[in-house]
């Protein structure tokens, strides 16, 4: 069966640092991947989504960018973090159209 | 206009309680629909997929209307269990990714 991690499971990081954030996939090959971001509150919000190794699609611009280096592994990172990149992140793999959600990386950003 | 629409909520019901959420989409050429379940600071789980005649899954019943371009869940013999925020889903061809009603919020009391 497939599984999806994500890690770490909280991070609190000061204005202005880096950020890297890890997803990978288990039991699938070639999967759809994708980012997501949940403010406090609110909906979900598309960040990146790649069908492939080295595939990228960026759905709002911002400073943050996306890297899949290998078949089940994307990355989201950030080289300056804002006080407004706070959220729930949520790495996702589609099958082909039901999305699973790993367990999510809770960042704050202070 | 959002691409989907629910009503936040909350909706607060009793155990035993039947309770239906409607949600309207924008885009008529979405061509998949599902319902997610999300509990407070998990990740979205997913419910079930809604199909064009209607499907059933115990205790729910998700029903798609295309023409007025609405989809509604209905849970029957509601437990406390079933408090979550409930999250209407939507694909069309033309993305490769999912759009997120910003959910609905249930609780069931005792």
């Known amino acids: 069966s497939q599984t999806i991690h994500q890690w770490p499971a909280t991070l609190v990081q000061p204005v202005g640092s880096p950020l890297s954030l890890e997803c990978t996939v288990e039991?699938?090959?070639?999967?759809?991947l994708y980012w997501y971001r949940q403010a406090a509150g609110r909906g979900l919000q598309l960040l990146f989504y790649?069908?492939?190794?080295?595939?990228i699609s960026s759905e709002v611009p911002q400073n943050l960018s996306a890297s899949r280096p290998q078949d089940r592994q994307f990355i989201l990172s950030s080289k300056k973090l804002l006080l407004s990149d706070s959220g729930f992140y949520l790495c996702?793999?589609?099958?082909?159209?039901?999305?699973?959600f790993g367990p999510g990386t809770r960042l704050t950003v202070t | 206009r959002k691409e989907v629409e629910q009503d936040p909520g909350p909706f607060n019901v009793p155990e035993g309680a039947t309770v239906a959420f409607n949600c309207t989409y924008s885009?008529?050429?979405?061509?998949?629909f599902f319902w997610y379940r999300q509990d407070c600071r998990k990740e979205p789980k997913l419910l079930m997929s809604?199909?064009?005649s209607g499907n059933e899954d115990g205790r729910f019943t998700a029903q798609l209307n295309r023409a007025s371009q609405y989809i509604s869940l209905l849970i029957r013999d509601s437990k406390l269990s079933d408090s979550a925020t409930y999250l209407c889903?939507?694909?069309?061809?033309?993305?490769?990714?999912?759009?997120f009603g910003s959910g609905t919020r249930l609780q069931v009391q005792p």
């Open positions: 809604v199909y064009s």
């Open positions: 885009n008529s050429a979405s061509q998949s």
């Open positions: 996702a793999w589609s099958a082909p159209y039901e999305q699973y």
């Open positions: 039991g699938t090959s070639n999967p759809n």
């Open positions: 790649s069908v492939g190794i080295g595939q």
């Open positions: 889903v939507v694909n069309h061809v033309s993305r490769r990714a999912l759009t």
